[in-house]
């Protein structure tokens, strides 16, 4: 039987994405937060992603946010080593702010990208508000961006670069412990870190 029209879109609501698919992709990783003497193989990972898009005048302003404090940089990590990370600040009370968004080259369409997207999500608030996740894309990754549910709200110019800004939300506190159950059933481990995302001064780039 063919599901209504009505009960597709609450369905999106809850879930913006196919959990089947999903876990098809989902990789056992350990996320951890980055410290001071990872940030060299943070600015080598930005190196290596410039071939596929990341603005190579970014690199010092990248170093800058790493120790900025205003943003909790994530590692990924297999057992070989650090294969990704990402970065999470927090606009305001309900809106946090996803970037460098970055995995080795060798790695990529290899479900790490997708492991860290939820991961980002799994760090949210998993009680209260609904909260809302956005991001500046480079235009190589936004079909990425949408396929998990993002939706395209506007075009950002920032260091002479575009960047394709888009939104994940309402995400309600039910999708976040979602998001923490499929990750763990996929053998990732996470930190808890929640309080730990600090208010950001500025828009982070790029994605």
């Avoid at 599901?3 to 196919?18: E, F, G, N, S, T």
């Avoid at 309900?94 to 790695?107: E, N, Q």
Wanted: charge should be neutral.
């Amino acid at each position: 039987m063919a599901i209504p029209h009505w009960l597709r879109l609450v369905l999106r609501a809850q879930y913006p994405w196919d959990h089947r698919a999903i876990r098809s992709r989902l990789r056992p990783l350990t996320f951890r937060p980055a410290v001071e003497e990872d940030y060299p193989w943070c600015v080598d990972l930005l190196e290596k992603n410039e071939a596929h898009g990341v603005p190579a005048n970014h690199r010092e302003s990248y170093l800058g946010n790493l120790r900025s404090g205003t943003q909790i940089t994530m590692i990924a990590e297999d057992a070989t080593g650090p294969v990704g990370t990402f970065a999470l600040s927090r606009m305001n009370e309900r809106t946090a702010w996803l970037s460098y968004v970055m995995v080795d080259p060798s790695l990529h369409r290899s479900g790490v990208g997708t492991t860290m997207l939820l991961g980002s999500l799994s760090l949210l608030r998993q009680e209260g508000l609904k909260q809302y996740l956005m991001l500046g894309a480079l235009e190589t990754s936004l079909a990425f961006y949408e396929r998990l549910g993002f939706v395209f709200t506007g075009i950002d110019q920032t260091e002479g670069n575009q960047y394709l800004q888009a939104q994940l939300g309402p995400i309600s506190p039910r999708l976040v412990r979602d998001c923490n159950k499929l990750l763990r059933e996929a053998g990732v481990i996470l930190p808890d870190v929640q309080s730990e995302i600090p208010f950001a001064a500025s828009v982070p780039l790029p994605s």
